[in-house]
């Protein structure tokens, strides 16, 4: 836990909004992936995230280009999120599908990506994500769709 933390609270006990604007802030430290890939939170509103990450040698393919996975990785986790922020708390949600359209390679040159993900649907049960995926030039590498299920914690 950092100095500039809140007080410890169970992620369950926030909206998935105050979370993420935590993340955003920088009084939550990034876990699991997000501290794997060294992933950022510049942006966060209800039913809309940014993630950025630097690329680096870790994420290419045997071609040397970003890696599909890393891409697509990107894509889930901005859309997930994006329906998180719209959820109050000790609810949850879990992927239903993905599908991911790669337009162009990226490239693996300490350059920053950025997915942006939106909420298409809410629906009460599933809800439906939308997400880009561009280089820090802003060309389109790929786009994603989602079906999300929305969860009740116990």
Do not use: W
Not at 22 to 36: E, F, W
């Amino acid at each position: 836990m950092t100095a500039q933390q809140e007080p410890a609270q169970p992620p369950s006990q926030l909206t998935g909004l105050r979370l993420f604007e935590l993340y955003r802030d920088g009084a939550m430290d990034p876990t699991g992936l997000a501290s794997l890939l060294d992933i950022r939170c510049p942006e966060v509103e209800d039913g809309r995230i940014v993630f950025t990450c630097k690329t680096r040698p870790d994420f290419a393919n045997p071609l040397g280009q970003l890696h599909g996975g890393i891409a697509a990785t990107l894509l889930d986790s901005a859309m997930g999120c994006a329906v998180h922020t719209t959820l109050p708390a000790n609810q949850a949600y879990t992927s239903l599908d993905i599908s991911v359209r790669y337009i162009r390679p990226g490239y693996i040159d300490g350059g920053e990506l950025r997915a942006e993900g939106k909420v298409v649907h809410r629906g009460r049960k599933v809800r439906t994500a939308e997400a880009t995926l561009t280089d820090e030039s802003g060309k389109l590498i790929a786009t994603a769709t989602s079906s999300l299920m929305v969860l009740l914690l116990s």
